[in-house]
């Protein structure tokens, strides 16, 4: 299973792209991010496999 992190600052894609990665039984998301700050402590507190984060998240 591949553990994802997915973050962005627009939750309806946030919703989509997790919703089109659920349909994997391989992939997993594990957690989201509404922005860049939060990114570093998801990380220091699971184990992420992939960061999926949109190039102009703040």
């Known amino acids: 299973m591949i553990k994802i992190l997915l973050a962005d600052d627009?939750?309806?894609l946030l919703d989509g792209i997790k919703a089109i990665l659920s349909q994997d039984k391989h992939l997993k998301v594990i957690g989201t991010a509404s922005?860049?700050?939060e990114v570093?402590?998801?990380l220091s507190n699971n184990d992420v496999d992939v960061l999926l984060q949109i190039f102009k998240c703040r």
Do not use: T
């Open 10 to 12: 627009h939750q309806i």
């Open 35 to 37: 922005n860049g700050l």
């Open 40 to 42: 570093p402590e998801f």
